[in-house]
């Protein structure tokens, strides 16, 4: 596509356009949508006219713009996150049935934790990860433990692009190497207080984790001896599911 005077892409300028919506800003004018895409406003209405047209946004009646339900169709037409979510349904609803909280699939996206699916019960506590919603890896169980089970060198460009402090850095390595003995992780108070995250590995066929299945549950009730070996049986059919052998299929449960 055609280049902007700066040298962008009309594919970047579009993409950024879209990567404007988030949870706080799910409909806004398209004033507030250019300065958020860091775009001259001639620009966004030219590119919000294109994507409207196409049904990927649409307006509302008061004139601000959303996301338009042709661009949700097509995610969930053809994601992949979408075949991760089927498989892992049945086995998300078990483990749902016994904690009666929060049980939660997600997958790592560069820094952060991206939440492709959550199953919840009245009455459950607070938690923050919501449906296609993002946190900080260091504040989540399933972030932390995909990480400690990720490659090398994906750890050690988390860390260059964190740029920790010393302590702080070996404090992540400990608690990795803890988590890669153990096969899960468990994170008390990291976004939520009184709230516990607990969270083990889904593999793929590379023998590294593809995404993770965790629960947030209240501190004091985390029931480790029963709630640990669960998940880990849930990731391990969830791995058989995506096609890994059943001895490579996930981490075992270590008292």
């Known amino acids: 596509m055609a280049n902007s005077p700066s040298g962008e892409s009309m594919t970047s300028r579009i993409v950024r356009v879209i990567s404007a919506f988030d949870e706080t800003h799910q409909a806004m004018p398209i ?15 030219r590119i919000v006219n294109e994507l409207m047209g196409h049904g990927f946004l649409q307006r509302e009646a008061d004139g601000s713009v959303r996301l338009g339900l042709r661009l949700w169709e097509l995610a969930n037409r053809s994601s992949a996150a979408l075949g991760l979510k089927q498989i892992a349904m049945p ?34 506590v607070l938690n923050h990860a919501k449906v296609a919603g ?29 740029n920790p402090d010393a302590s702080e850095e070996k404090r992540l390595r400990s608690s990795w190497a ?14 939520v207080p009184d709230t516990t995250g607990i969270a083990v590995p889904v593999f793929g066929a590379g023998g590294t984790a ?5 629960v947030v549950v209240p501190t004091g009730s985390e029931h480790i001896s029963s709630t640990i070996p669960a998940l880990m049986t849930a990731a391990r059919g969830i791995s058989r599911g995506l096609g890994v052998r059943a001895e490579a299929a996930g981490p075992h449960y270590q008292r």
């Open 31 to 45: 004033a507030v949508l250019a300065r958020r895409a860091g775009l001259p406003l001639s620009t966004a209405h």
């Open 91 to 124: 086995f998300m609803e078990d483990i749902q049935a016994v904690v009666r909280q929060h049980t939660q699939l997600s997958v790592l996206r560069q820094d952060e934790v991206l939440f492709i699916e959550r199953l919840s019960s009245h009455g459950s």
């Open 134 to 162: 993002r946190l900080p890896v260091h504040v989540s169980s399933s972030g932390m433990v995909m990480m400690a089970h990720s490659p090398r060198h994906v750890q050690e460009e988390y860390l260059a692009q964190q």
């Open 178 to 191: 803890k988590m890669r003995l153990e096969g899960s992780a468990r994170l008390p108070g990291a976004v």
């Open 210 to 214: 593809v995404a993770a299945i965790g």
